[in-house]
C-alpha cells in the first residue's frame, strides 16, 4: 500500500511539474517589415494570428522574415489565422509569399469588392486583375471570411478578440454610457477618402491585459471609436497606429485609451512623425515608447529613446516581442530575444 501510494505521488507531482512547464502566456511579436505592418500574436494556448503580412517582393522578404519568428522564435509550423486590416500592399501584399512557405488555416479582411460589397465600398482595390488581389484570392479560397464591427475572431482559447471598426463602421455600445470628457478636445479633419479609414480595428484581452491594433485607421474614425462615447476602454499596449503617421493617432484617442506602453512599426524613412513622437511623449500615462526604427529624417528629439529603437542598422530585421502572464497582469517587452526586458504592470 505504501509503495502504491507513493507511486500515485509520485505520478501527481510529475502531473503538476509537466503542468507548469507548459504554462505560457501570450506573445505579441512586432516583426520590423520597414514600414509595413506585420504583427504575430499567439495565445497561451499556442493558437496563431498574423495581422498584416508586410509588403510583396523583395526576394519575399517579408513573408521570410515572419517565417522566422513563426517557425525558429515562437516553434510554430503553422498560422492558424492571417487577419488584413485592409486593402495596402504595406499590409496584404505578403501574403502570395508567406502562402509559399507557411499553411495558412483561415483569412479574415475587411471584405472583398462584389462579394462582400459594392465595388464603390473599396478606393484602394483589390481590383481584378490586381496580382497582389489576385494572388490573396487563390490563397484564401474557401477560408476567408469578412469582420464586421462588433464580430469577434472565434479563438479557442483565453484571448478574446473583438473588432471595433471595419469599413468605416464602429463598434455598437449600450446607450446610457457616460460621454467621453474629453469630448471637447476632439476634431475631425476632411474626409479620407481611402482604404486606411475602412481598416479594421481589433482589441485583444487576456484578463486585465488589454492590445490595441487599429492597422491604418485615420483620424475621423479613430475619433468616432471614442467620441461621444469611449468604445476601447483602457489599453495596456498600443500599436501605434498607422506606422506613426500624424493623420493618425488622434490625440482624443490615444489620451483616452490610456496607455502603458506603445509600439510603433515605423521605417527608416516612412512614419513616425515627428508630431506623433511629441503626443506619445507628452502622455503620462506612456512609460515605454518603442519605435522598430530610428525615423531618419528627424533629430534625436523627434525619436524616441535610443534604447527603445530595435533596429540602428539601416537593413532592418530585429523584431520587438511583448510577453503577457498567463494571468494578464503583467507584461514585458524586449527587442529581440537577447534585449533588455522591460516589466509593466496591466491595468
Ligand atoms: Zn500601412
Partial sequence: MKRLLTGAFAICLAIGTHARAEDKGLDIFFIDVDGGAATLIVTPERESILIDSGWPGRNDRDPKRIVHV???????????????????????????????????????????????????????????????????LKASAGKRKALGANDSLPLNGSLKAIVLASGTEVRKIAKRQKHNPLNAESKTIAEDPSDNARSLAIKFSLGQFDFLDCGDLTWNIERDLVVPYDRIG?????????????????????????????????????????????????????????????????GPEDNTDPSLIANKPKEGGEFIHASVSPDGKTFSVQIGEKGEKKTFTSK
Fill in 70 to 136: 513563426l517557425k525558429d522564435v515562437a516553434k510554430l509550423d503553422k498560422l492558424d489565422h492571417l487577419v488584413t486590416t485592409h486593402w495596402h500592399m504595406d499590409h496584404y501584399g505578403g501574403v502570395e509569399g508567406l502562402s509559399k512557405l507557411v499553411e495558412i488555416g483561415k483569412f479574415w479582411d475587411r471584405g472583398l469588392p462584389g462579394v462582400d460589397g459594392p465595388e464603390a465600398d473599396f478606393p484602394d482595390g483589390p481590383k481584378a486583375n490586381d496580382p497582389l488581389g489576385v494572388a490573396y
Fill in 234 to 298: 483602457q489599453i495596456d499596449l498600443y500599436q501605434v497606429t498607422h506606422h506613426g503617421m500624424d493623420i493618425s493617432n488622434n490625440p482624443v484617442l490615444v489620451k483616452t485609451i490610456h496607455p502603458t506602453v506603445a509600439i510603433m512599426n515605423n521605417g527608416p524613412r516612412k512614419g513616425g512623425a515627428a508630431n506623433t513622437v511629441k503626443l506619445l511623449k507628452s502622455i503620462p500615462s506612456i512609460e515605454a515608447a518603442y519605435q522598430l526604427h530610428k525615423n531618419a529624417a528627424t
